[in-house]
């Protein structure tokens, strides 16, 4: 019913073009429960590479009080009803620019939040996976900060998540301390965890 695959990434300011994989099936049957517990962890389902039966958005559709996350909040409602298919190679060119609705990390934040909340208030399965999502939203929010240049903002939230036991923020709160350049650290790191996942 819906099928989604790999893309490229284009980085609209560098020219650079780097291979995204999406998430993996496991189970069809709980790929819905996996991409709300790992969306972005365990890979992502890029909205240009994704193409669904007329059928599916006859009932669900983007909801249009979230202006980020959207597709995340319809993907895990559509999987949940409909059966998935992943195509592991290329299907579409992504385009990253400044302008984008995700080069806001605030918003994207904000409304992924409210996404997962939305989520777990309708399937009482998901519940008990919303505090642990949320905790790994505030890490990609601190990640995306750090993008940003607003690296004192970024280590008060991985100072935050440490203390509440987010162990993942370890690493990356180290780096947000030292005096260099931390983009290009963080895609290292990023290419490290791609490597041994």
């Given at each position: 019913?819906?099928?989604?695959?790999?893309?490229?990434?284009?980085?609209?300011?560098t020219?650079?073009?780097?291979?995204?994989?999406?998430?993996?099936?496991?189970?069809?049957?709980?790929?819905?429960?996996?991409l709300?517990?790992?969306?972005?962890?365990?890979?992502?389902?890029?909205?240009?590479?994704?193409?669904?039966?007329?059928?599916?958005?006859?009932?669900?559709?983007?909801?249009?009080?979230?202006?980020?996350?959207?597709?995340?909040?319809?993907?895990?409602?559509?999987?949940?009803?409909?059966?998935?298919?992943?195509?592991?190679?290329?299907?579409?060119?992504?385009?990253?620019?400044?302008?984008?609705?995700?080069?806001?990390?605030?918003?994207?934040?904000?409304?992924?939040?409210?996404?997962?909340?939305?989520?777990?208030?309708?399937?009482?399965?998901?519940?008990?996976?919303?505090?642990?999502?949320?905790?790994?939203?505030?890490?990609?929010?601190?990640?995306?900060?750090?993008?940003?240049?607003?690296?004192?903002?970024?280590?008060?939230?991985?100072?935050?998540?440490?203390?509440?036991?987010?162990?993942?923020?370890?690493?990356i709160?180290?780096?947000?301390l030292?005096?260099?350049?931390?983009?290009?650290?963080?895609?290292?790191?990023?290419?490290?965890?791609?490597?041994?996942?």
């Open positions: 019913d819906i099928v989604y695959g790999d893309v490229y990434d284009l980085d609209e300011k020219g650079d073009c780097s291979y995204r994989s999406a998430m993996s099936i496991n189970d069809p049957d709980e790929l819905w429960v996996d709300f517990r790992g969306d972005g962890v365990d890979g992502s389902i890029p909205a240009a590479s994704v193409t669904f039966r007329a059928e599916c958005v006859e009932d669900e559709r983007f909801h249009e009080e979230l202006a980020g996350g959207e597709d995340y909040h319809l993907w895990v409602r559509l999987f949940e009803q409909y059966d998935p298919a992943y195509v592991p190679e290329p299907l579409a060119v992504m385009r990253q620019h400044d302008e984008s609705l995700s080069s806001d990390p605030d918003l994207m934040y904000e409304n992924r939040v409210q996404a997962i909340n939305l989520l777990a208030d309708r399937y009482p399965k998901l519940r008990h996976y919303a505090d642990d999502r949320k905790q790994m939203e505030k890490h990609d929010y601190g990640r995306n900060l750090m993008f940003d240049g607003r690296i004192q903002e970024a280590r008060s939230i991985f100072a935050e998540l440490l203390v509440n036991g987010y162990a993942r923020a370890g690493v709160g180290v780096i947000s030292l005096p260099l350049n931390h983009e290009w650290i963080v895609r290292q790191l990023d290419e490290f965890y791609a490597d041994i996942n």
